[in-house]
């Protein structure tokens, strides 16, 4: 069970248009088929609260695999796996009624202890601030996307948080 989205201090108006919204976007993610995302099976509104109900995904994010790491960092044939079944997972959000996702991070994908596949388990469709304003995913870019699946390749593969736009530096530099 997931909190999507607290209405508490919102107008009544307010709470019919977030409300009409929530439905759309989480009407959509219930639609979502994809081999590494989790099933969306219900969502409902709820003393003021949105909240949406998916599979429970048993694993560790990949934050904590890299915290964990006695390196670290992890190894390149898994980070290229791992990034693989993200450019899947992005190609089908991308593609799937010109979802955008917009807001990928390690946090947000579990590695599933039972197969070890990545499960992105955080959608980035659903921000109060879009629900409010009645702006929508589509305006995102997919540059975005693909420069934090960058990002998130870097941090596996360093440990480290790039400071700056990522440079054409070669990793087997910094980590030989």
Same mark, same amino acid.
């Given at each position: 069970?997931?909190? $999507? ?9 307010? *709470? &019919? /248009?977030?409300? %009409? @919204?929530? &439905? ?9 088929? /994809? ?7 219900? #969502? ?6 949105? #909240?949406?109900? $998916?599979?429970?995904?048993?694993? *560790? ?9 006695p ?9 290229i796996?791992?990034?693989? %079944?993200?450019?899947? &997972? +992005?190609? #089908?959000? /991308?593609? #799937? *009624?010109t979802?955008?996702?917009?807001n990928?991070?390690?946090?947000k994908?579990i590695?599933?202890?039972?197969? *070890? @596949? ?8 659903? @921000? +109060?601030?879009?629900?409010i304003?009645? !702006?929508? /995913? ?14 998130? +390749?870097?941090?596996?593969? !360093? ?9 054409? @530096?070669? &990793?087997?530099? $910094?980590?030989?």
């Amino acid at each position: 069970v997931k909190i $999507m989205a607290d209405l508490q201090d919102l107008s009544a108006e307010e *709470k &019919i /248009h977030v409300g %009409q @919204s929530f &439905i759309k976007e989480a009407s959509l993610l219930a639609d979502l088929r /994809h081999p590494n995302l989790p099933c969306v099976t219900d #969502y409902f509104l709820e003393d003021d609260f949105f #909240y949406i109900i $998916m599979d429970y995904i048993r694993g *560790k994010n990949l934050e904590v695999l890299l915290r964990e790491s006695p390196n670290k960092a992890l190894s390149e044939r898994q980070v290229i796996q791992w990034l693989i %079944q993200i450019c899947r &997972i +992005m190609d #089908y959000l /991308h593609n #799937y *009624k010109t979802m955008l996702y917009g807001n990928l991070k390690l946090n947000k994908f579990i590695v599933r202890a039972s197969d *070890k @596949s990545i499960i992105l388990v955080d959608f980035g469709t659903i @921000s +109060m601030r879009n629900l409010i304003n009645g !702006t929508s /995913h589509d305006k995102q870019d997919i540059r975005n996307d693909i420069y934090l699946a960058g990002v998130i +390749m870097y941090q596996l593969l !360093t440990g480290k948080y790039p400071d700056e736009p990522l440079k054409n @530096s070669s &990793i087997r530099e $910094m980590l030989p």
